[in-house]
């Protein structure tokens, strides 16, 4: 047996799968093309548990269990169900729950489509982080940098650029922007540039640029409606 | 607090990740709070990120990242207190040192916090300075208690 791989092989959803010892189930099923949701789960990065979407009902040796499918190990004869009427319900609850933060993401407004969900179940408080820590962890696993973490706790909970870092490495990476599920992070890191570190902006592309499709983002606003005095002209960061 | 205090701290601590929460714990104790720059030289020292050293320093409520005075001073607003005149004795430490619960006064003299159930019931109502129970306390005698912190 030593070198060789152990292999395991379960049942989801009807479905045989034979995967490597310590696989997860979550990889299980996406290796035989089962769909699971997931809000916090990334390829790139260490399986984490936080959105508890990815909840799936386990059967082994006559017990049946709920428990999060991205940090489950699988086993053999394994007997996993991904939609039984349980975990719909309790999907549901999550989405309910995470819409009272971030009502129009767009992952969760598919979601809630999909299980039913009622946006306004719960009372709004717009907080627009799911706190799937997906930015935090990009940025302290991939990129290094741990420009962004998690700060105070409990309710108070929220994730916050650190002023000193990303005033450095932020404006050149922003790749945690595309894989927040509600474009909180683009907002919060918005938000500690416009109070720690102000200046940085898209350049202005004179019409020349624009005509010729360099830096054409912004069209230069016509100087008759800038009232501007030369002097006090304000100073641009590189 | 003088600043070889923390000095001396930070370095016992040099090199070992492990000891973050220790290295904070003492200089907040010497100190009273956690100044950013201070927090920078936790990070550096103990090689850890400084965004952990914020998350630590955030989470845990010994910390504070705010300036705190000499006197830490808390009024107990716990059941069993509030029934023996906690919510009067909260009132007549208030007007004393001039704050409200959380705050701190210009001088840095007193930090006045508010405590649901400090852990004390048998001696309600309660105040405590600096770590000392002042138990069974009456406004009147709070005032005799806070003048003998200068």
């Not at chain 1, 819409?99 to 907080?127: C, I, S, T």
């Not at chain 2, 059941?79 to 959380?102: F, N, S, W, Y």
Request: with cysteine.
């Amino acid at each position: 047996m030593s070198g060789t791989i152990v292999q395991i092989t379960l049942q989801i959803d009807g479905k045989e799968a034979t995967v490597a010892a310590g696989t997860t189930v979550l990889k299980a099923a996406q290796q035989i093309g089962v769909a699971i949701p997931t809000l916090c789960h990334h390829e790139k990065l260490e399986d984490y548990g936080g959105c508890r979407l990815c909840l799936v009902e386990v059967e082994s040796r006559g017990r049946t269990n709920y428990v999060v499918s991205c940090l489950y190990p699988v086993e053999n004869g394994l007997v996993v169900r991904t939609r039984s009427e349980k975990v719909d319900k309790v999907r549901r609850l999550i989405i309910e729950e995470l819409m009272a933060h971030a009502p129009d993401a767009p992952e969760l407004v598919r979601l809630a489509y999909e299980y039913g969900a009622d946006r306004n179940r719960f009372e709004k408080e717009a907080a627009f982080c799911v706190m799937c820590g997906l930015c935090v962890r990009y940025c302290d696993e991939v990129k290094q940098k741990r420009a962004v973490g998690f700060i105070d706790n409990g309710h108070a909970r929220e994730i916050s650029f650190i002023p000193e870092i990303a005033a450095k490495e932020c404006w050149n990476c922003q790749e945690c922007f595309a894989i927040c599920p509600t474009s909180y992070a683009q907002a919060a890191y918005l938000l500690t540039e416009a109070l720690a570190f102000p200046g940085r902006r898209k350049k202005e592309s004179t019409p020349r640029e624009a005509e010729e499709g360099r830096m054409a983002n912004i069209p230069a606003v016509p100087m008759t409606f800038v009232r501007r005095p030369p002097a006090a002209k304000p100073e641009m960061a590189n | 607090m003088s600043e070889q205090t923390i000095a001396d701290i930070i370095e016992k601590y040099r090199g070992r990740p492990g000891a973050v929460i220790h290295a904070l714990t003492e200089i907040q104790h010497a100190n009273h709070w956690l100044p950013r720059e201070v927090m920078h030289e936790v990070a550096d020292a103990l090689e850890v990120p400084f965004s952990q050293v914020m998350q630590i320093a955030s989470f845990y409520k010994t910390f504070s990242l705010t300036p705190k005075g000499k006197h830490e001073v808390h009024v107990c607003t716990g059941m069993t207190c509030h029934l023996r005149g906690g919510a009067r004795l909260m009132a007549k430490v208030e007007e004393i040192t001039g704050l409200k619960p959380g705050e701190t006064d210009t001088d840095a003299k007193f930090s006045l916090e508010a405590g649901s159930c400090l852990g004390s019931c048998s001696i309600a109502p309660e105040l405590i300075v600096d770590g000392k129970h002042y138990g069974r306390m009456t406004p009147e005698r709070a005032a005799d208690v806070l003048k003998q912190y200068e």
